[in-house]
């Protein structure tokens, strides 16, 4: 599959089915998104796995939007461990993290599994839940599965604004 059919095809699961998500397909996800691109490769983000009962548990302390998977990746970064932009300050974990993010994404729609991006969530209420360090911020959360068999993208997935919305051309 050429990456622009992949990009089309990928859509936000939010129905999973029961089958398993074998080691070996989550080790190489885990291989995919340790490839991105990170500021000055750092590497600052942390991907927190949790499985089964107990992780959707761990997840439904902090939202309801877990969809019935039966694994999560959380994606973190380290926010003693990443670049930070001199003039202002400005953390670039939370870029690594995104960056991270898109790979796995990708990768997980590219083995013909599900996720969905996960932003609404209490952060305090994750941390405290995965016991998560003080220095290890959660950015997004990825409910990963094979989708059900009548899961489908929601209509608004098809919605694009034209190129001229979110392309500016200053010259």
């Not at 397909?25 to 500021?39: G, S």
């Not at 993010?101 to 599900?114: K, P, Q, T």
Request: aromatic share 8%; net charge negative; with cysteine.
């Amino acid at each position: 599959m050429d990456f622009k059919q992949l990009a089309t095809d990928r859509y936000s699961c939010r129905k999973f089915s029961d089958r398993e998500v074998d080691e070996q397909t989550i080790n190489h996800l885990l291989e995919i998104q340790r490839l991105a691109p990170t500021a000055c490769n750092k590497q600052a983000q942390r991907i927190y796995i949790l499985k089964g009962e107990k992780g959707r548990e761990t997840i439904a302390n902090a939202t309801p939007h877990t969809f019935g998977a039966n694994l999560f990746f959380v994606v973190c970064y380290d926010r003693d461990d990443c670049w930070v932009r001199r003039c202002d300050g400005f953390a670039g974990g939370s870029m690594d993290a995104v960056i991270a993010g898109c790979h796995l994404d990708l990768a997980i729609a590219e083995h013909g599994l599900g996720t969905c991006w996960v932003g609404d969530f209490d952060p305090v209420k994750l941390t405290e839940a995965m016991k998560l360090p003080d220095n290890h911020i959660p950015m997004v959360i990825f409910p990963i599965g094979y989708p059900a068999k009548d899961a489908r993208p929601s209509r608004q997935h098809f919605d694009r604004k034209p190129l001229e919305h979110t392309v500016i051309d200053p010259s």
